[in-house]
């Protein structure tokens, strides 16, 4: 990744550089840090799951798709924070230039609100207190559709929304409220 960007940024100094390599765990102080890949239209793209304790949180966004193997790594968490990207008739319907459209819904693209559903209905257990849903398009989705899909997703799988589960939305212009796992 820092190769990639030397010609878009110009050189950085190493002491000026982390580097946490995909599929490695990182400690900072009594909690860890796992990376996993994602697929996206990036160099080695990834994100995280935090350890602490027997507590376990996910972050899962800017992928196109959750695979078996990112499945593996994210099973079982206490709280989520999983993209919920689009909703595809909005999508398709909208505004973007198909090239764009096209990149969205491929691969490595961005995860739709029923895509996001179906995984989570496959990684969530009892243990699982929260969802939050992030990375929502502005133009191709809404807060209440996002989480409207995803509960009814949910809810045809068996899984009680409402009860010990509950979904929040994020928002980027403002800051979620702090909670403790």
Do not use: C
Not at 30 to 51: C, K, L, N, R, T
Not at 90 to 96: E, N, S
């Amino acid at each position: 990744t820092w190769k990639a960007m030397d010609n878009m940024i110009g050189e950085v100094s190493s002491d000026q550089k982390f580097q946490f390599d995909m599929e490695t765990v990182k400690s900072f102080g009594s909690m860890q840090v796992e990376s996993f890949g994602v697929s996206h239209d990036a160099i080695e793209p990834m994100f995280y799951i935090f350890h602490k304790g027997n507590k376990k949180f996910v972050m899962i966004t800017d992928t196109g798709y959750v695979s078996d193997r990112m499945k593996g790594h994210i099973a079982g968490a206490d709280a989520y924070l999983f993209e919920s990207n689009h909703d595809v008739e909005m999508l398709r319907m909208g505004r973007y230039p198909w090239n764009v459209k096209r990149r969205i819904l491929g691969d490595e693209g961005h995860v739709s609100n029923e895509d996001a559903a179906i995984a989570m209905s496959e990684v969530i257990t009892d243990q699982t207190k929260r969802i939050y849903l992030g990375h929502l398009s502005k133009d191709n989705n809404m807060k209440e559709l996002a989480r409207m899909s995803v509960t009814q997703t949910l809810i045809s799988e068996g899984i009680d929304v409402g009860g010990k589960l509950e979904i929040f939305d994020t928002d980027p212009d403002n800051a979620t409220s702090i909670f403790t796992i």
